[in-house]
């Protein structure tokens, strides 16, 4: 604590008390302890680019805050060296990643080595008059919530260290903590961070996790499996019982003060707010304290993510081979954002372990949020792009690669026991065969809100080509081939009153691809090949215009899949080139609704299965960052009457559709919203397809007025009346019985903002049979 006890205190402490641990005895006596002696400081980190190419665009943060272990310093020579290396670009640095195992005592010794006194003002951040104690606080472990929490709360002791010259000697006994945690339980990932001045420093990146692992598990480097790891981010965990698996930690933070040199910039800030101190979205965004901005990319937009033309990305590039069990961890560590993650070509439980919950192909994160991802054993070899998939951070640079090899590496090492290569895929025997048109169209929201920069899918039907939005259907267990026809002549044009990016100037100037492509989630397929995008070291498998391509994907389970163009992730999919493919049960047949025919696509079916009640489906794709014209007007932009924030800005749909509450739009007083309807009997089996192809990074709900639906696939119990945390690429089904004649509303739970702009429409429920 810094001093001597009273004798209050000491009477007060349990029996051989120990650093951090004084009042509370929070584990049992011989649980073995297991110490690391860390430091907190601040430097020069580089985001993106590298420093030592004058002739390249670099993005820093100047006063980045970590924690770092102290060997660490000691290693590099003492602080002002190891401080010199970071912003020469001779070290690089990722937030701090520990680990312990179930069952042991986690002792952190932090010292405190911020710079003591104010802090001056910059683009971003006010002038502080002093720079408060810096802690270390955690969540799930078990302390003495008086000296180990990191933080001051109540009657609480300050359990935080201060600067040397800040406390009453300088002298490291008094700028020194001692932290005692127990790790009573196997809890995935942990957030670490400072909870003194959080606020100002997680947006500077001081955040870190400590990932507790199986009681006798060992952790080793990637590349060495003989080599003990100390810390880092992507480890081979070895358990007890003999097994292996891939353990990568992904950390992504926003609002991070980032300024830019290079290209004319000499510490120019990116995406600065109005004021110094300001709470309006700001900054840039990382991974593991990399970005690899598309700005800087350059080029046509389908090429961003092709190593052959840009280069690998800065960011962490994960290794493995198919087949092997690799797990991937998320963790939010600041500041504001809420983010989706998504990696193509892969799927997972939604609770690990847990086969009674549904496959997942995305993950959405708030502030503080941890997720495990485990992923299945059914990716083959190429590589994989994993992204926080919203428009902002793939604009901002929150993408990478996970690479998957066929061969064994060199500096690689094969799990045990894995052999490596494709995975096994079905026999080409079930086949269902569909045509999809990509192309240019004035898209009609509403009677009075127009899109005339639109760009559609349509699917070919038995009458030609259906109008929007694409909605395809097959069954569980056959192939999917997909024939994609580029109608367009050339690169569309941009709009030039889109929703702007975070650190976007001029939207009018913004590059438009011209290639198109569909890009599945959920499905398995051979992602060097099929996966309707052009990335890493993969084939460039987008269509240029006036070319067609045919993909060829394998539905193993009943699902929602979301279709997207991943030619152009910024542009195409608020342009409208969104869609579903929807996987039915091995035994169902769809049905149009009104002519009774057999029907593979469309919005609604009724869908049949031998010995079953029929179902009534309709299908719902959530869009948004939409710009509308009225009347189709280019002079006349449909205002964002609720908000300037980038999280919000543009408008919203369904379907191409849209209920605007607008005083301009005249839904009120019609009898039937634009937005889908679906109409059914009372009784009547109903499935609510959601698909998000949302671009912003807020967060939706879902919810119909007066039903409750089985959410025990979610493993959050049996009946709910609202789902939420979706975000951009969520995927889901609501099913239930349809209750009580009249109309009742499907919309969204976000009022000023969603409902407003639109997200809302009708189910019917007529009393006639």
């Not at 002792?107 to 408060?132: C, H, R, V, Y």
Request: glycine content about 10%; some cysteine; overall charge negative.
């Amino acid at each position: 604590m810094g001093r001597e006890p009273t004798a209050l205190e000491a009477a007060a402490f349990v029996p051989d008390p120990q650093p951090g641990e004084a009042f509370t005895k929070v584990a049992p006596p011989d649980a073995p302890v297991r110490r690391y002696d860390l430091v907190v400081t601040n430097g020069t980190v580089h985001y993106h680019g590298d420093p030592s190419d004058e002739h390249a665009a670099t993005w820093h943060d100047h006063n980045a805050h970590f924690y770092v272990l102290a060997d660490e310093i000691e290693e590099a020579g003492g602080l002002e060296e190891f401080k010199r290396q970071l912003a020469e670009g001779e070290r690089t640095l990722e937030p701090l990643v520990v680990r312990a195992n179930k069952g042991e005592v986690l002792e952190l010794a932090l010292t405190n080595l911020l710079p003591a006194g104010p802090q001056e003002e910059s683009a971003f951040d006010p002038k502080l008059p002093f720079q408060p104690e810096c802690g270390l606080h955690t969540h799930l472990v078990k302390y003495d919530p008086l000296i180990s929490d990191g933080s001051a709360v109540g009657w609480n002791y300050l359990s935080a260290t201060t600067t040397a010259d800040q406390g009453a000697e300088a002298n490291a006994k008094y700028n020194s903590w001692t932290y005692r945690w127990y790790v009573d339980e196997d809890f995935d990932a942990v957030l670490l961070h400072d909870h003194l001045l959080a606020n100002h420093r997680q947006r500077h990146g001081l955040f870190g996790t400590l990932m507790t692992e199986p009681e006798g598990a060992v952790w080793v480097v990637p590349d060495d499996h003989e080599q003990e790891l100390r810390h880092g981010s992507q480890a081979v965990i070895r358990t007890a019982d003999g097994a292996s698996h891939r353990e990568m930690v992904l950390a992504i933070g926003d609002f991070v003060p980032m300024v830019r040199h290079g290209h004319g910039d000499h510490g120019c800030p990116v995406n600065p707010p109005p004021f110094p101190g300001a709470p309006d979205d700001q900054g840039a965004m990382g991974v593991n304290y990399r970005s690899a901005p598309l700005s800087e990319r350059g080029g046509d937009p389908a090429h961003w993510f092709s190593s052959a033309v840009h280069g690998d990305p800065g960011t962490p590039l994960l290794r493995g081979y198919p087949g092997e069990d690799l797990r991937v961890h998320l963790v939010q560590g600041s500041h504001d954002l809420q983010h989706s993650f998504t990696l193509s070509g892969a799927r997972w439980r939604e609770w690990p372990g847990r086969e009674d919950t549904a496959w997942r192909n995305q993950q959405t994160l708030g502030i503080s949020n941890v997720a495990e991802l485990a992923l299945a054993p059914t990716l083959g070899p190429g590589d994989h792009l994993w992204s926080f998939s919203a428009g902002n951070d793939l604009w901002l640079g929150c993408w990478g690669l996970l690479r998957l090899y066929d061969r064994p590496q060199t500096d690689l090492p094969p799990l045990p026991g894995r052999t490596t290569g494709a995975p096994l895929r079905p026999a080409r025997r079930r086949v269902r065969r569909h045509t999809v048109r990509a192309r240019a169209q004035v898209v009609e929201y509403s009677p009075l809100r127009t899109d005339p920069y639109g760009l559609v899918f349509t699917a070919d039907g038995e009458d030609g080509p259906e109008e929007g939005p694409l909605v395809l259907r097959c069954r569980a267990g056959e192939w999917m081939e997909v024939t994609l026809v580029n109608e367009l002549d050339g690169p569309p044009p941009a709009s030039p009153l889109d929703p702007r990016l975070m650190n976007e100037a001029d939207t009018g100037a913004r590059t438009v691809s011209g290639r198109v492509s569909l890009h599945p989630t959920l499905l398995d397929f051979d992602v060097r090949t099929d996966d309707g995008a052009h990335v890493g070291r993969n084939a460039d498998t987008t269509v240029k215009p006036g070319a067609s391509r045919t993909y060829r994907w394998h539905a193993a389970e009943p699902g929602v899949v979301l279709l997207r163009s991943h030619a152009d992730v910024i542009s195409h999919p608020r342009r409208g080139l969104v869609g579903v493919l929807v996987v039915e049960e091995a035994d169902a047949t769809p049905y149009d609704p009104v002519t009774g025919r057999e029907r593979w696509t469309g919005e609604r079916a009724v869908v049949r299965r031998p010995d079953a009640e029929p179902v009534r489906e309709l299908v719902l794709v959530t869009q948004d960052g939409l710009r509308r014209y009225h009347d189709g007007d280019l002079t006349q932009p449909v205002t964002d009457l609720f908000s300037d924030s980038p999280d919000d800005a543009g408008q919203k749909a369904y379907n191409y559709r849209s209920a605007a509450l607008h005083p301009l739009d005249p839904v009120l007083s019609d009898p039937q919203p634009p937005t889908p309807l679906l109409t059914c009997r009372a009784g009547d089996q109903v499935a609510v397809h959601l698909a998000v192809a949302s671009h912003r990074m807020r967060n939706q709900c879902f919810t119909v007025h007066g039903q409750v639906w089985d959410a025990s696939e979610t493993g959050l119990g049996w009946y709910v009346s609202t789902i939420g945390a979706l975000a951009s690429g969520s995927t889901r089904t609501v099913r239930f019985r349809a209750q009580h004649p009249g109309d009742h509303v499907y919309r969204t739970g976000n009022l000023h903002w969603g409902l407003s702009e639109g997200w809302w429409g009708l189910i019917r429920v007529e009393e006639t049979p």
